[in-house]
């Protein structure tokens, strides 16, 4: 057996398709034109094909030249929905992309969808935003199904492969044999799958393959030429090729030895492998002074940025700069001086003067009367490595820190429930020592987890995938508290751990109880309002109609001037309600643009308005635009028609007043009050909504007359 550690690094290349064929099916013919613009904007490879007959698409698909890369359909058409043709494309296409894109969302039809083998589901929203978030959700469901096209094909390309190829477990039994490989060797397929590799060599030839062959396979690749013993026991010399995958299994690849042609290159087989070799490296001279380089493959000079005729003659120490430590230096230089071989990482320079990790491995070699004939030197460029471990080594203190000194409790445990590590905040919350909670069970100590349940359950977590979920924990005195478990599957040191962040959430679960009690009264009282009241009220307006048409009298205006009272009294009812039962967005709100659109959907009017701010809030923006509605409102209301308003800044938030006749002295502090008003068209409730809106933000507001009269609301934003 005779062998060579040059390589050709295996790589997988998916061809780069020049367009992505996208059938997207959608009743709606405009908003499927808007789909295929925007699709096509976002990416140049796309190209749109709509269809708003299901059953049209399905007869594209089923056309002999279909190149149809993913299918896009909404759910809610006339005939068939978007399920129904899932189904369909399934039965023809198995393996075909198809994205659910629906404005009638559920998780029920999200579940049926998925149950039936849909790649992807995706709602209709507002905004373009979603066109960009469709593009790339095909784009993914694309290169996953070409991926696993081109893979199929790659197994189809072994299977009828010339060349023999094989695939055995850690224990050296095969576990597939191509065709080729058995024929090579004497068998049929069925037979030479479970035979150990030792089977096809002599035995003088076993001890070689264990102690050179397969350390050279681990440690990159192997290849060189074999005598194999065939099953009739006639031997094979053929060239034979060794690597390991990342699972441990052996690749074996049997290739015909080719024809050299002499008159094509001058180099010696062994020198063109070396220069064709992944790693740089270097034969240096012993016998001469300074232990000259007197070869350098490509590698090298690719890897240094230093050209063959500038390295031959010099010593490796050229190098070397000033952040290269000493200590592997002075490990190379003892190896040599001994004849031994040696591994080192340090850090190197090339020609431009950029730093790079280099593994050096060197070794002697000798004649064959045992005398030292030159040193072969390996070289690989493992920056990227070792930027890893030092980020990994900063990751692991950051996270040791938070982890001790972190407000929220931390524990680790294993898959057994074992708790392994806690932090000091665990235990004084539920008064225990760290000695008192290592080697006690998670069910020990959070009661509403479920030992013959946990373990199953944590397994089945995928790792460095965050989780959340509620639970409880107990104190040594016996009392609980609710938590939010943040739980997150790692490799810690080789072991498998699952650490959990705790956060005690009991002011959240109180506010929660006091929300769902406040809500239940709010959804009392707007069932009220909006049915028991609005219903007797729009029977009134339709019998008052009615009674109009029979008779004339100066009663009918004044009743139907009531009711309007009514009806008013019962929207800022509902507003009030609502206010207080939203949830809040707060985002940056630009005060003049807002004051300038409520202003403008008031009723037509001959006042005023004057913004003097350029004031920005943070606010939710509906309930703002409540507030300022109102205060405009209001002081068109109690000012008159040829009224000035003015929106203005304070030190510390902002105003709206009017130059009207103000407020009276004795009510300042009563205008927030619910039902109090001193117009006649006025129902009571405006200022009170306003104030409503301020105290959900936090927020003071005050009202007065101003200096020059009329009416002024301060509103404190910074409180």
């Known amino acids: 057996m005779t062998g060579d550690d040059g390589s050709h ?6 061809p780069d398709a020049k367009t992505v064929e996208v059938l997207h099916i959608d009743d709606d013919s405009s908003f499927a034109d808007l789909v295929a613009t925007f699709l096509e904007r976002e990416h140049e490879a796309f190209t749109v094909h709509t269809e708003t007959d299901p059953r049209d698409a399905l007869a594209v698909l089923e056309q002999n030249d279909c190149s149809v890369d993913c299918v896009v359909s909404d759910y809610d058409m006339p005939g068939l929905d978007g399920l129904d043709v899932l189904e369909r494309v399934r039965d023809t296409h198995p393996g075909l992309p198809f994205i659910l894109y629906t404005g009638k969302g559920s998780e029920e039809i999200a579940s049926e969808a998925i149950s039936a083998g849909v790649t992807d589901y995706l709602q209709k929203t507002g905004g373009t935003e979603q066109y960009s978030v469709l593009a790339n959700r095909i784009l993914n469901a694309t290169e996953g199904y070409r991926a696993e096209r081109y893979l199929n094909r790659g197994l189809e390309a072994i299977e009828t492969a010339q060349d023999g190829i094989s695939i055995l477990n850690e224990d050296g039994y095969i576990e597939y044999a191509n065709t080729a490989c058995a024929e090579m060797l004497g068998y049929t397929r069925e037979e030479i799958i479970g035979l150990h590799w030792e089977t096809f060599y002599h035995d003088d030839d076993v001890d070689a393959v264990y102690d050179v062959l397969l350390p050279e396979a681990r440690d990159g690749r192997w290849h060189g030429t074999t005598t194999f013993v065939r099953k009739d026991g006639a031997e094979l010399n053929i060239e034979h090729t060794l690597s390991y995958t990342e699972d441990r299994s052996l690749i074996c690849t049997l290739s015909p030895q080719p024809t050299i042609d002499a008159d094509t290159t001058n180099l010696s087989a062994k020198e063109q492998a070396m220069d064709e070799a992944p790693v740089g490296i270097l034969l240096t001279d012993p016998h001469q002074e300074d232990n000259p380089i007197i070869y350098a493959n490509d590698e090298f000079t690719e890897l240094t940025g230093y050209e063959k005729r500038d390295v031959i ?15 592997p230096v002075q490990k190379l230089r003892t190896a040599i001086d001994n004849r031994e071989s040696v591994t080192v990482e340090l850090r ?24 030292i004939d030159l040193f072969v030197g390996f070289q690989d460029d493992i920056t990227e490595r070792k930027q890893y471990e030092e980020q990994l080594q900063s990751h692991s203190a950051r996270l040791e820190a938070v982890f001790e000194h972190s407000p929220d409790m931390f524990a680790v445990h294993d898959i057994d429930g074992v708790i392994r590590d806690v932090n000091q905040r665990l235990c004084d919350e539920l008064g225990y020592t760290e000695s008192e909670l290592l080697g006690r069970k998670v069910w020990d100590i959070d009661p509403t987890a479920d030992p013959g349940r946990a373990s199953s359950f944590w397994d089945t977590l995928p790792p460095n995938t965050p989780h959340r979920f509620e639970g409880e924990l107990e104190r040594k005195d016996g009392s609980t508290f609710p938590i939010e478990v943040h739980l997150i599957r790692l490799n810690l040191d080789g072991e498998d751990r699952f650490v959990a962040m705790d956060r005690d959430i009991s002011d959240q679960k109180q506010r929660e109880r006091e929300l769902v009690q406040q809500n239940e009264r709010l959804d009392r009282f707007t069932s009220v309002v909006s049915h028991d009241l ?12 009615l009674l109009r048409e029979d008779c ?3 009663h009918i205006d004044e009743i139907d001037h009531a009711l309007g009272r009514m009806d008013a009294l019962i929207e800022d009812l509902l507003a009030l309600a609502q206010a207080g039962e939203e949830a809040m967005d707060l985002e940056p709100v630009w005060l003049p643009e807002l004051v300038e659109s409520c202003w403008e959907t008031l009723p037509e009017t001959t006042a005023t308005l004057t913004i003097e701010t350029e004031r920005t ?3 939710d923006r509906d309930q703002l635009r409540q507030l300022v509605m109102n205060l405009l409102r209001n ?4 000012g008159g028609s040829d009224v000035t308003v003015t929106v203005g800044d304070t030190g510390d938030g902002f105003y709206v007043a009017d130059d009207g006749a103000g407020l009276p002295e004795s009510v300042s502090g009563s205008v927030f009050e619910a039902g109090y008003t001193t117009a006649d068209e006025g129902t009571g409730f405006g200022l ?4 409503e809106v301020a105290s959900r933000h936090g927020w003071k507001i005050s009202a007065a007359n101003g200096r020059n009269g009329g009416a002024r609301f301060e509103i404190t934003t910074t409180c």
């Open 534 to 545: 609005r219903n007797p009220l729009q029977v009134a307006e339709g019998r008052l109609e």
């Open 552 to 554: 004339d009298s100066d």
């Open 348 to 371: 190197n320079y090339r020609k431009d003067g950029t730093e790079f990790w280099n593994r050096v491995r060197v070794a002697p070699l000798f004649d064959d009367d045992g005398e």
């Open 688 to 691: 009170s909504i306003v104030e």
């Open 9 to 14: 690094p295996d790589s997988t290349f998916l």
């Open 617 to 619: 809030v943070k606010a």
């Open 635 to 638: 002081a068109i209301e109690h």
């Open 313 to 327: 003659g010099r010593n490796c120490r050229f190098l070397q700069g000033d952040a290269t430590a000493d200590e």
